[in-house]
C-alpha cells in the first residue's frame, strides 16, 4: 500500500526525528511511504481560531496533495484529528466535500494505523527503563486513540509502563490557548508534570509534539533537567541507524 506520509508543520520545524521515526515504522512494516515535497500545514489553527476561510485554503490543499495515496498517516492525534474530524464541516456545502469525504476516511494517527491497519506485532524499538504516557487530547478525544500506543509500547524490550494519575487530562496547551491564557496554561502544565513526575519514570511518553514541546518547556522552568519528554515513535521504532 502507498502511505502519504503527513509530516506536521510542529514535526517539520521543531523536531523532524519524529518524522523519521514514522517513516522508518511504516517502511519497516513493508508499506511505500511517500512524503510530498510542498506539504505544510492541515489548517488546523485558522480553524480554530475561526477563520474559516485560510483554513479551507490550506485543507484544499492538502486534499491535493494527498488524496491519490492509499491512506493518509500523521504521528500526531491533533493534525489527524483535524483532517478526520473537522474536514467534514470544513467542506460542508463545497464543490469539494465528496473529495474531503474519502479523504478523511482513510487518515490514521500513527498509532492507530500500526495496530488497527496493519496490525504490526513486533517493533524495532528497546528501552530500559520505566516511562508514563500522557494522552494528548485531540488524538484521545476526537480519535479514540488510548489503548493503540499503549498496545504497541507493551511490544518494547525492555521497557515499564507506570501510568500517572489524570494520563487524560489536558498539559494546558491547546495551541493558542498556551498563549491566550498563559497563567491558566501554566496551572494545568503544573498540574500535569506534577502527576508525572511522581511516577519516578526516566521518560514521559506522548504522541502530539505540541504537548511534548509543552510539557518539556514547563518542566525545564520547574528545573527538571531529568525527565525525558519522547514522542511514541521515537520510542518505538528505536534510534536511526548510522
Known sequence: MRIGLFVTCLVDLMRPSIGMAALRLLEGAGCEVVVPRAQTCCGQPGYNSGDRDSALVLARKV???????????????????????????????????????????????????????????????????????HDSCSGLRELGVKQQPRSLLGKVAGLKIDEMNEAEACCGFGGTFAVKFGEISTHIADRKCDNLCAT????????????????????RRRGDERTQVLHVAEILAGPEEA
Open 200 to 219: 519516578g519514570a526516566a521518560a514521559v511518553v506522548l504522541g502530539d509534539l505540541g504537548c511534548m514541546l509543552n510539557i518539556e518547556g514547563r518542566l
Open 63 to 133: 486534499l491535493g496533495e494527498f488524496e491519490a495515496f492509499d491512506y493518509v498517516v500523521a504521528p500526531s492525534g491533533s493534525c489527524a484529528g483535524m483532517i478526520k474530524t473537522h474536514y467534514p464541516d470544513l467542506f460542508q456545502g463545497d464543490v469539494d466535500a465528496a473529495r474531503a469525504a474519502a479523504l478523511c476516511a482513510k487518515t490514521y494517527e500513527l498509532c492507530d494505523f500500526l495496530v488497527n491497519v496493519l496490525k504490526i506485532e513486533t517493533v524495532p524499538g528497546t528501552y530500559e527503563g520505566t516511562i508514563t504516557y
